[in-house]
């Protein structure tokens, strides 16, 4: 694991034994950010004042204090040596909050003792704040990062990015670090946009985002839109999260016949403890009463995730929680992974590191119960009349590969004319990964 390019911490403790912990926790916690400490203020990047309130004029003295840093900020600055960033934690935080940024400007955050683990996330939003770029440690296109692809119409399908950014801080995740705030596109240029693929012939448009459903002004009233625009017939959109699924949104599957019955909702555990430190903003529960009002407005949704094993502190039972959910809410399509330490982001430095071993075992164990409820959802498709957009040639000739609403893909017989057309289609045979009809032979294997 690389660790970020090292970065200067200078924290001074004032008071009791407590602060000196707390320091010390602080120090941990920003360890993986790539912190390390230095002995004096001068050229620091990040100065914590861990203050105490015990002892009379003890906010004086600390007023005092960051005047000195004022003036080391203004320094390193003109020196072109980066910012410093100053915090103020301990109990003069805690105490006299905000009215500290009012007095002293140069403070770029206040933090108090219940919650110094999300020093990380304060961070980056002060950097944000002040305009600091973006962590550069990272490898680019991280895995778990990037978006798929924009392209241009080249076919019957495309994505079109309407939001980028999260502003979410899930523990594991280096996308707010890497990505920056959520900022979502203007309506108007997505419309122009999705206007223009239609003209060339694009059906179907994944609207694409990491947080897609904080779509600044509505994911809901943008899909009403979008669905309006002649040619274009069917809307996905990718990634969502719990928190801003909207009743406007919810509603929209309802009322929207081109927003189709998929819905990537990633839940990442079903432990309510590991949601906590994973800092995911919801409880198993919340997500299966969501799942409810969403499948009240669209029964035969069909329910895809992200998950991770293995996350630090996950016990077996933890793990369990998550097969539980899973079989409480019923997937049609899933990806899982093994929890992977990002250098940099707060759970890389967690206790409780999973072992390998356990980690595969897990990530079985959910695989298999996965493929099984996929399985069982394209079977019952078996019968069923879909309407299928087809998209391209198939592997064999005289094959054609579509879409079912469901995003399953639909093999048949027939010739390459059907391609950019939506036709109803029997379903004869299904497999893991893709229903056909009269190609049972031909399967991609599942
Ligand atoms: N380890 C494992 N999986 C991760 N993801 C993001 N970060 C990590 C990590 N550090 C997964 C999450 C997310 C998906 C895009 O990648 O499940 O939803
Ligand atoms: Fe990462 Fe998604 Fe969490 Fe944002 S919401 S921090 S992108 S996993």
Same mark, same amino acid.
């Not at 240029?189 to 206007?195: F, G, K, S």
């Given at each position: 694991m690389t660790q970020p390019a090292p970065k200067r911490l200078y924290i001074k403790t004032y008071g009791c034994q407590m602060n000196v912990y707390d320091s010390e926790r602080m120090a941990d916690v920003l360890r993986p950010l790539g912190y390390g400490m230095t002995d004096h203020p001068e050229g620091a990047d990040l100065v914590v004042l861990n203050t105490c309130h015990i002892r009379e004029k003890a906010a004086e003295k600390v007023f005092s204090e960051l005047g000195k840093l004022k003036v080391m900020k203004q320094e390193k600055a003109a020196a072109g040596d980066g910012v410093m960033t100053i915090a103020v934690a301990g109990c003069v935080a805690q105490a006299q909050g905000q009215e500290i940024r009012a007095r002293q400007p140069a403070v770029d955050l206040v933090v108090g003792p219940q919650a110094y683990h999300q020093l990380p996330e304060l961070i980056a939003? &002060?950097?944000?704040? &002040?305009?600091?770029?973006?962590?550069?440690?990272? *490898?680019?296109? +991280?895995?778990?990062?990037?978006?798929?692809? +924009?392209?241009?119409? &080249?076919?019957? *399908?495309?994505?079109? *990015?309407? /939001?980028?950014?999260?502003?979410k801080f899930c523990t594991f995740c280096v996308v707010p670090y890497t990505r920056g705030g959520e900022f979502s596109r203007p309506?108007?240029?997505?419309?122009?946009?999705?206007? &223009?693929?239609?003209? /060339?012939? $694009?059906?179907? $448009? *994944?609207l694409l985002g990491q947080?897609?459903?904080?779509?600044?002004?509505?994911?809901?009233n943008l899909v009403r839109r979008l669905a309006e625009i002649p040619g274009l017939d069917r809307i996905r959109y990718t990634t969502s999260h719990p928190r801003d699924m909207d009743d406007d949104l919810i509603a929209a599957h309802a009322e929207v016949p081109a927003l189709m019955p998929y819905l990537h909702l990633p839940v990442q555990s079903g432990s309510d403890r590991i949601l906590k430190a994973m800092n995911r903003g919801h409880t198993a529960a919340h997500y299966l009463s969501l799942l409810e009002r969403i499948r009240a407005a669209r029964p035969d949704l069909a329910l895809s995730g992200d998950f991770i094993v293995g996350f630090p502190g996950e016990t077996d039972k933890d793990f369990e929680a998550t097969l539980d959910l899973v079989r409480a809410a019923t997937f049609a399509s899933a990806f899982s992974f093994k929890y992977s330490r990002r250098p940099g982001t707060p759970a890389s430095a967690m206790p409780g590191q999973v072992a390998e071993e356990a980690k595969d075992e897990r990530l079985a164990a959910l695989n298999a119960l996965l493929d099984e409820q996929q399985r069982a959802f394209n079977a019952a498709q078996v019968g069923r009349t879909l309407d299928v957009l087809f998209e391209k040639p198939g592997r064999y000739p005289d094959q054609v590969v579509g879409r079912s609403p469901y995003l399953q893909a639909v093999h048949v017989s027939g010739t390459a004319d059907l391609i950019g057309r939506i036709v109803p289609v029997t379903i004869q045979s299904a497999a893991k990964m893709s229903l056909a009809r009269n190609?049972?032979? /031909?399967?991609e294997p599942a």
């Open positions: 939003r &002060s950097h944000r704040a &002040s305009g600091v770029a973006l962590a550069a440690d990272f *490898t680019p296109e +991280d895995k778990f990062d990037a978006l798929p692809k +924009d392209r241009t119409a &080249s076919g019957v *399908t495309a994505f079109l *990015t309407v /939001q980028e950014g999260c502003d309506a108007a240029d997505i419309l122009t946009e999705a206007r &223009s693929l239609a003209s /060339q012939g $694009v059906r179907e $448009v *994944t947080n897609v459903n904080a779509f600044t002004g509505g994911l809901g190609f049972e032979n /031909q399967l």
